[in-house]
């Protein structure tokens, strides 16, 4: 499977602060790259999908305008929350195909945002 | 029709007994299924997964049933140990068109030792 790493592990930022998260591909070329969040207790909610090279595809509901995410190389992806407020604390999940055929997901270890 | 619906919600199991946790897709176009284990502050982990051309796939201690006619699969967890204490959530997809992972809700498995 493919190896995915995420910077940083955990945040806390103060409100009205933007925070950026970084997802990368570490073994793998991902031409795609997802961005989840996750409430505690809660499930996976998709965010986007991102593609390299072009913009990122957002699901209903998140706002493309707070949630900006960058794919820029086959290995990076970015997720920058602005003017974050405390209801943005969530842990934020990347994600990547290691085989799209197969439709294999393999998620990095995550991000914990705390807004203060 | 995109829901997966997961249960339980919640399962308390000896160790050494079988977990079980069950899944319910309603699109008869999804055709991948896979499971994933998340360890509290950790991602998920791909667990194992299925394709409706196959019943039943093993991989060590984990098994997935599916059932087509039904629009159900399910996992199960053999000799289950403490260190299986995770949440398990089911996930289902088109391997064409749409790319999109949609999951259940998740079941909290705690194995008592």
């Known amino acids: 499977g493919a190896v995915v790493s995420q910077h940083p592990s955990w945040v806390i930022c103060k409100s009205g602060t933007s925070v950026k998260i970084e997802c990368r591909s570490l073994?793998?070329?991902?031409?795609?790259m997802f961005w989840y969040r996750q409430f505690p207790k809660q499930s996976l909610m998709l965010m986007a999908t991102?593609?390299?090279?072009?913009?990122?595809?957002?699901e209903q509901g998140v706002e493309k305008d707070k949630f900006l995410i960058n794919h820029a190389s086959l290995t990076l992806s970015t997720l920058t929350v602005t003017s974050a407020h405390p209801e943005d604390s969530s842990f934020y999940i990347c994600?990547?195909?290691?085989?799209?055929?197969?439709?294999?997901?393999?998620f990095g270890p995550g991000t914990r945002l705390t807004v203060t | 029709q995109q829901q997966v619906k997961q249960s339980p919600q919640s399962l308390i199991v000896q160790k050494g007994g079988i977990s079980i946790i069950n899944c319910a897709y309603e699109n008869t176009a999804f055709d991948y299924f896979p499971w994933y284990q998340q360890f509290p502050g950790k991602g998920p982990a791909l667990l194992i997964a299925i394709r409706p051309d196959v019943s039943e796939k093993k991989e060590g201690r984990f098994t997935i049933s599916f059932n087509k006619s039904a629009k159900q699969f399910s996992l199960h967890i053999m000799d289950s140990q403490p260190g299986d204490s995770a949440t398990y959530f089911c996930a289902a997809t088109r391997t064409s068109g749409t790319y999109k992972y949609i999951f259940g809700t998740g079941t909290r498995l705690k194995v008592l030792a």
């Open positions: 991102s593609n390299e090279g072009s913009k990122a595809t957002y």
């Open positions: 994600s990547v195909y290691g085989d799209r055929a197969r439709r294999e997901q393999y």
């Open positions: 073994d793998f070329q991902a031409t795609t």
